[in-house]
């Protein structure tokens, strides 16, 4: 997979692909993310990507010509899944989202700042617009941090362990059932007699049950 990402202060997310699961995923080979700053795609000296808003108003507008520009550079070398836009107004991430995404082979993600875009990029560029939930944030770039975190964990071979995601909450819309380890005994605090059975079938039927409980309890608008 390859995840082309748009943004006009890069250096706010570069960071978070240098470590952890998601850096793995890039030294395996597994990912390919690159970095583009909207200023390089800017038409005067002042490197300017933001304007004033037609008609007035508070809050700056980020132009249509830098993302233009930028966007079809991107696109002249290869086809795009999808062209994703991060937005407090956009479709709430959901797991179903993410397994669907980590399916796609290249992916651009533009993220807001400033006021917003010009509505015509959403008109004419954007193909799927995501939210991370129903707050504002200075720009889309902890979004889309979240949302490459989200999709490159499911590409096969990027956690140890494949299963893993797949029992992940939100998976089967149940929330994860709770998960222990040593000591079994700690200041009287016991484990689940069961989970130190050695019974996978019954360790297996209390996680459905459990599973079932806390979402039923915490998410009941899940089990609809």
Known sequence: MRIDIISVVPELIKGFFDYSIIKRAI???????????LHDYANNAYRQVDDYQFGG??????MIEPIDKCITA??????????????????????KTANKLSLSENLIILCGHFKGVDQRVRDH???KEISIGDYVLSGGELGAAVLCDAVIRLIPGVLSDETSALT?????????????TRPANYKGWEVPEVLTSGNTPKIEQWREEMAYQRTKERRPDLLK
């Open 168 to 180: 992940d909450s939100f998976q089967d819309n149940l929330l994860a059932p709770p998960v222990y």
């Open 27 to 37: 030294d395996k080979q597994l990912v390919e993310v690159y970095f583009h700053n």
């Open 57 to 62: 108003g508070a809050g700056m507008v980020m």
């Open 125 to 127: 560029f954007i193909t």
């Open 74 to 95: 991107l696109k002249a070398e290869r086809h795009y899944d999808e062209v994703i836009f991060l937005t407090p107004d956009g479709d709430t991430l959901q797991q």
